[in-house]
């Protein structure tokens, strides 16, 4: 349990939607040494050869103790005693700042310093600037940045274009020609800054010892504050909330150890306050949601009915145990029957190109290269001739190819795999292979000039969608196995048919039964509306010839009593 109250000398970070400048520090300082933490004696001479002790804590009743307390607001400027003797000489001051700081600190030479060792370093000081430039990586007092350092400094501060014009000879283009050929110091300095807006302030103390005069190396930093443009306050160290102070000693021939506190001195809002900010962030968030949800809608983007979207968000990790190195890939993806996609969607695709490197024996080269397909799936047509037949699932294809110094390319290998009918993330290894010649010939001409047997029909690695037989043969194809290639799919299904079995709690069959039941539905409503046609032209046509008939008897008979064949009415 000791350890939860030791000081954490780390970085804190908060976020407040208050001014800035409400934001107040207090600091605590006192001096430790060694007199006040071991009981000590001191030496008084007396008449005579005797020495008398004396307790080193009665003396210490009467002697002041060497403490300083402040609180501080944001950005607020504490001169230090040597600001105060350099500024207030006029011939020290070149700038508008120096000018400035010498009005302030000529009524502290009358009435005194607020602090007796405490003082701040604002924004617009060069200590800030100069210490914002360089960010050391140890604690040691010791440590200079190396030649790297303030370089590799310069790259972090370094923003990005954004809207930046840059000026050319005749005109500005915004956004184009971002490299500059010849940067000027000047122009290095300017877009070298940092892409947040940041301010900064340092409370410091002035550890030297009372019998001299206080230098830069006697300045010693107790506290950063950094806050930035989005409301993010960093304090380094953190508020000691109850820990144990910090300990800070000194470099000089005293070895003086310090102990400080830093505490959160800002005023708190009373409950009336607080409920009225959050009554008012409230009204905001929930106005800037309605106007969030009047740009983007209330629901989901639905297909239309009996459609499945089918997504395909996937990655292709690497490929390994080629013979050839600096090796890529080219890949689609082939759509079966009723299988649809955008126009604009690309399908197909080709990495870069990536070397190898040895891992446990085999030669890998890592892509990691994303690739995207939206597909839509609907059956409108119901063959009674195929009803038994499945629906087939895309594929996805790949061809690996290398490419060397000397441009000379070869096929390195085919593979596929069928994409998954179920949803989830999928690691999948697609084993390839390639066709060889029939000669000697052709494996001299891979090697010395580059170039191979290739497959006319990419497809033919799997059946091709537009095989119509019952049989592919591939006898005597000659091939040789290659490497493997490993990729990473995250499919995804959205179809209405989900929605109805959620809501109905009942066990359907296969979503692509589901999906093509309406399409059956509607040929048998089809064929039922065509029967009931042609049966009442057939009931029209019997009840015509019926009347021709009896007319017919009737006319033809003369004197004689008519007869008329009996017929039966039509039956509904």
Same mark, same amino acid.
């Given at each position: 349990?000791?350890?939860?109250?030791?000081?954490?000398?780390?970085?804190a970070? &908060?976020?407040s939607?208050d001014?800035?400048?409400?934001?107040?520090?207090?600091?605590?300082?006192?001096?430790?040494?060694?007199?006040?933490?071991?009981?000590q004696?001191?030496?008084?001479?007396q008449?005579?050869?005797?020495?008398?002790?004396?307790? @080193?804590?009665k003396?210490?009743?009467?002697?002041?103790?060497?403490?300083?307390?402040?609180?501080?607001?944001?950005?607020?400027?504490?001169?230090?005693?040597?600001? #105060?003797?350099?500024?207030?000489?006029?011939?020290?001051?070149?700038?508008?700042l120096?000018?400035?700081?010498?009005?302030?600190?000529?009524?502290?030479?009358?009435?005194?310093?607020?602090?007796?060792?405490?003082?701040?370093?604002?924004?617009h000081?060069?200590?800030?600037?100069r210490? /914002?430039?360089?960010?050391?990586?140890?604690?040691?007092?010791?440590?200079?940045?190396?030649?790297?350092?303030?370089?590799?400094?310069?790259?972090?501060?370094?923003?990005?274009?954004?809207?930046?014009?840059r000026?050319?000879e005749?005109?500005?283009?915004?956004?184009?020609?971002?490299i500059?050929?010849?940067?000027?110091?000047?122009?290095?300095?300017?877009?070298?800054?940092?892409?947040?807006?940041?301010?900064?302030?340092?409370?410091?103390?002035?550890?030297?010892?009372?019998?001299?005069?206080?230098?830069?190396?006697?300045?010693? =930093?107790l506290?950063?504050?950094?806050?930035?443009?989005?409301?993010?306050?960093?304090?380094?160290?953190?508020?000691?909330?109850?820990?144990?102070?910090?300990?800070?000693?000194? #470099?000089?021939?005293?070895?003086?150890?310090?102990?400080?506190?830093?505490?959160?001195?800002?005023?708190?809002?009373?409950?009336l306050?607080?409920?009225?900010?959050?009554?008012?962030?409230r009204?905001?968030?929930?106005?800037?949601?309605?106007?969030?949800?009047a740009?983007?809608?209330?629901?989901?983007?639905?297909?239309?009915?009996?459609?499945?979207r @089918?997504?395909?968000?996937?990655e292709?990790?690497s490929a390994?145990?080629?013979?050839?190195?600096?090796?890529?890939?080219? &890949?689609?993806? /082939?759509?079966p029957?009723?299988?649809?996609?955008?126009?604009?969607?690309?399908?197909?695709? #080709?990495?870069?190109?990536?070397?190898? !490197?040895?891992?446990?024996?085999?030669?890998?080269?890592y892509?990691?290269?994303?690739?995207?397909?939206?597909?839509?799936?609907?059956?409108?047509?119901?063959?009674e001739?195929?009803?038994?037949?499945?629906?087939?699932?895309?594929?996805?294809?790949?061809?690996?190819?290398?490419?060397?110094?000397?441009?000379? &390319?070869?096929?390195?290998?085919?593979?596929?795999?069928?994409?998954?009918?179920?949803?989830?993330?999928?690691?999948?290894?697609?084993?390839?292979?390639?066709?060889?010649g029939?000669s000697?010939?052709?494996?001299?001409?891979?090697?010395?000039?580059?170039?191979?047997?290739?497959?006319?029909?990419?497809?033919?690695?799997?059946?091709?969608?537009?095989?119509?037989?019952s049989?592919?043969?591939?006898?005597?194809?000659?091939?040789?196995?290659?490497?493997?290639?490993?990729?990473?799919?995250?499919?995804?299904?959205?179809?209405?048919?989900?929605?109805?079995?959620?809501?109905?709690?009942? !066990?359907?069959g296969?979503?692509?039964?589901r999906?093509g039941?309406?399409a059956?539905?509607?040929?048998?409503?089809?064929?039922l509306?065509?029967?009931?046609?042609?049966?009442?032209?057939?009931?029209?046509?019997?009840?015509?010839? =019926?009347?021709?008939?009896?007319?017919?008897?009737?006319?033809?008979a003369g004197?004689?009593?008519?007869? =008329?064949?009996?017929?039966?009415?039509?039956?509904?």
């Amino acid at each position: 349990m000791a350890d939860l109250y030791e000081p954490d000398i780390g970085a804190a970070y &908060y976020r407040s939607k208050d001014a800035i400048k409400n934001l107040k520090i207090r600091v605590k300082l006192e001096r430790v040494t060694s007199a006040s933490i071991v009981p000590q004696a001191i030496l008084e001479k007396q008449v005579g050869d005797g020495i008398e002790m004396k307790d @080193f804590m009665k003396q210490d009743l009467t002697t002041p103790k060497d403490k300083d307390e402040y609180i501080f607001t944001w950005q607020q400027k504490v001169f230090s005693q040597r600001e #105060v003797e350099t500024y207030s000489h006029e011939q020290n001051c070149v700038d508008v700042l120096e000018k400035n700081y010498h009005q302030e600190v000529l009524p502290l030479r009358e009435k005194g310093r607020p602090t007796i060792r405490l003082f701040t370093y604002v924004g617009h000081d060069k200590y800030t600037n100069r210490n /914002d430039a360089i960010q050391f990586v140890t604690t040691s007092a010791n440590e200079r940045p190396n030649f790297l350092a303030e370089k590799a400094a310069n790259v972090r501060r370094r923003r990005t274009m954004g809207t930046r014009a840059r000026k050319s000879e005749n005109a500005i283009v915004p956004k184009i020609n971002i490299i500059e050929q010849q940067p000027t110091e000047e122009a290095m300095k300017h877009n070298h800054i940092i892409s947040t807006p940041e301010q900064t302030m340092y409370i410091m103390a002035d550890l030297s010892p009372k019998d001299r005069d206080g230098t830069e190396e006697d300045e010693y =930093v107790l506290c950063t504050i950094k806050v930035d443009g989005n409301g993010v306050i960093n304090i380094k160290p953190d508020f000691n909330k109850g820990k144990k102070a910090y300990k800070i000693e000194t #470099v000089s021939m005293g070895r003086e150890v310090f102990e400080y506190t830093i505490e959160h001195a800002s005023k708190e809002m009373n409950r009336l306050e607080y409920d009225r900010e959050r009554k008012m962030y409230r009204e905001l968030y929930s106005r800037h949601s309605e106007f969030l949800s009047a740009c983007v809608g209330y629901e989901f983007e639905m297909p239309p009915p009996d459609v499945l979207r @089918f997504l395909v968000y996937g990655e292709i990790v690497s490929a390994k145990d080629f013979e050839y190195e600096d090796l890529y890939i080219h &890949y689609f993806v /082939d759509l079966p029957r009723n299988w649809t996609a955008d126009g604009s969607q690309q399908l197909a695709g #080709v990495t870069h190109t990536c070397s190898t !490197k040895v891992e446990d024996r085999d030669n890998v080269a890592y892509f990691s290269f994303p690739f995207s397909f939206e597909m839509f799936y609907k059956n409108d047509t119901i063959n009674e001739e195929r009803k038994d037949l499945l629906p087939q699932w895309p594929q996805f294809f790949v061809e690996v190819l290398s490419l060397d110094s000397w441009q000379r &390319y070869r096929t390195e290998g085919y593979g596929y795999i069928t994409l998954p009918s179920i949803p989830g993330v999928y690691m999948e290894t697609l084993n390839c292979w390639r066709p060889v010649g029939s000669s000697v010939t052709s494996e001299l001409r891979r090697y010395f000039i580059g170039g191979s047997p290739e497959l006319a029909e990419p497809t033919f690695v799997a059946v091709p969608s537009t095989f119509e037989g019952s049989h592919l043969s591939k006898f005597g194809f000659r091939t040789e196995t290659t490497g493997s290639v490993q990729i990473k799919l995250n499919i995804l299904q959205q179809s209405q048919a989900f929605l109805e079995s959620a809501d109905t709690k009942k !066990k359907m069959g296969s979503l692509l039964d589901r999906l093509g039941t309406t399409a059956a539905q509607m040929n048998i409503l089809n064929v039922l509306d065509a029967f009931q046609k042609a049966r009442q032209r057939m009931i029209s046509a019997r009840e015509s010839l =019926v009347k021709d008939f009896k007319e017919l008897t009737l006319t033809g008979a003369g004197g004689e009593e008519p007869t =008329v064949a009996a017929m039966d009415s039509p039956r509904s």
